[in-house]
């Protein structure tokens, strides 16, 4: 592996280093105080004005569809960035320094992986009606697969009916921590089912797409994330009750639906991954400047021994991380997501539980501030502690990681 990036990379990172320090970073006051007027006029689930002026300054400075991949570069008419796993890493960590800042490139989750689903899986039809809008940012989508009545860590579990009834499908069930549905632009819903419960474990599940204004479907209410309800985005639980949408929108065909998330989850673990080292990064860097700037004991809080250990543990641990996540994306390009899928599930480990450890300390090195929104410290560790949720928990992966271990010694 290369360690060095591509000139196309380095000359992204330098573009994009340049928009957050001009645009994004100096935005972030204006996003909260757009945020608290919304919540004082009863219109939190609305639309932040700030993101969108941003959207319109990132499109006009090339920054747009940058996660768009080599082997999906020509869908819909669009061409975006046409880099690889490899390539795009770093410019998702510098995205991910601030957690609404992806939404500004278009390069924000859900939509990434959905638009990559409907343009590997969908029917051109399908393509024209949701992947080109959603390529152009004017509307949104959400994945719902997650359900309160089963472990969904175990997606075999998953019982929402996908049925066959003539040219049509069916479809009944609950969904929960379905993020996006909150936001009013959301058009379509890649859901996951059941099609047939007497096939293979893995042969059972299907993919759907489902438009968000489909009679029978409903979201119930929007959940908090350790206090946050991440409006106007938000993660929601809905029901699905005898959801009728044509046969077409079935994605790949019955039962490929774990094929469809392998494709799917691969990609966009890395894009996790690297945004959360990229938070990780910003938050060690507000604990530096935090720490230099206040005295305790009479000595500056940067001088305490504990800090200084903090510091050179989070530098450790980061870099770490970012190594091997870009090792992870090096190797599904050149050998394909299967292939990778231990360290795929290596980074989805390690890179959540490192941000959350780093913001944490970062956190008890701004004190009393540390738990407010005068920084933005709590939120991330919110969104990080999430992520050890997201794409399945840290449980799932460390047992697969530990399976794959002992398989090279059994018999």
């Given amino acids: 592996?290369?360690?060095?990036?591509?000139?196309?990379?380095?000359?992204?990172?330098?573009?994009?280093?340049?928009?957050?320090?001009?645009?994004?970073?100096?935005?972030?006051?204006?996003?909260?105080?757009?945020?608290?007027?919304?919540?004082?006029?009863?219109?939190?689930?609305?639309?932040?004005?700030?993101?969108?002026?941003?959207?319109?300054?990132?499109?006009?400075?090339?920054?747009?569809?940058?996660?768009?991949?080599?082997?999906?570069?020509?869908?819909?008419?669009?061409?975006?960035?046409?880099?690889?796993?490899?390539?795009?890493?770093?410019?998702?960590?510098?995205?991910?320094?601030?957690?609404w800042a992806p939404e500004v490139f278009n390069c924000s989750a859900p939509d990434t992986g959905n638009m990559e689903t409907i343009a590997r899986y969908g029917s051109e039809d399908n393509k024209q009606r949701w992947l080109k809008p959603l390529l152009e940012g004017r509307i949104r989508s959400a994945f719902a697969m997650t359900e309160p009545d089963v472990a969904s860590s175990d997606a075999t579990n998953i019982a929402t009916r996908i049925e066959r009834d003539g040219d049509d499908y069916v479809v009944n069930g609950r969904k929960w921590w379905i993020s996006g549905a909150g936001d009013p632009r959301c058009a379509i819903y890649i859901t996951m089912g059941k099609t047939d419960p007497d096939a293979p474990r893995h042969s059972q599940q299907s993919m759907i797409l489902i438009p968000a204004d489909t009679p029978g479907l409903k979201v119930i209410r929007p959940l908090s994330v350790i206090g946050y309800d991440d409006a106007p985005h938000g993660h929601m639980e809905m029901t699905f009750d005898n959801v009728r949408v044509p046969a077409s929108n079935i994605l790949l065909g019955e039962g490929r639906g774990f094929e469809i998330a392998q494709g799917r989850l691969g990609p966009g673990r890395v894009h996790h991954c690297m945004r959360l080292i990229g938070l990780a990064e910003r938050a060690l860097e507000l604990m530096c400047r935090r720490s230099s700037s206040r005295v305790a004991f009479g000595k500056p809080v940067s001088a305490q021994t504990v800090t200084q250990e903090r510091i050179a543990e989070a530098r450790c641990k980061i870099d770490m991380a970012r190594l091997l996540t870009l090792k992870t994306a090096w190797l599904m390009d050149v050998a394909g997501n299967k292939v990778a899928k231990n360290d795929i599930a290596m980074i989805k480990v390690v890179a959540p539980s490192m941000a959350c450890q780093v913001i944490d300390w970062a956190m008890q090195a701004h004190g009393g501030g540390g738990m407010c929104d005068d920084f933005p410290l709590a939120y991330a560790y919110a969104h990080a502690r999430t992520l050890r949720f997201a794409d399945g928990p840290d449980e799932v992966h460390r047992n697969a990681i530990a399976k794959n271990e002992l398989g090279k010694y059994a018999g």
């Fill in 1 to 99: 592996m290369d360690f060095d990036y591509s000139p196309k990379t380095k000359e992204l990172q330098a573009r994009l280093l340049r928009f957050m320090d001009e645009h994004v970073y100096p935005a972030e006051p204006k996003f909260t105080a757009e945020l608290q007027a919304n919540t004082a006029a009863g219109q939190r689930w609305t639309p932040l004005q700030t993101i969108e002026g941003l959207k319109a300054k990132a499109r006009d400075a090339g920054l747009w569809n940058l996660w768009l991949p080599v082997d999906s570069a020509a869908v819909a008419g669009f061409d975006g960035a046409g880099l690889t796993n490899q390539e795009y890493a770093p410019l998702a960590e510098i995205m991910g320094r601030v957690p």
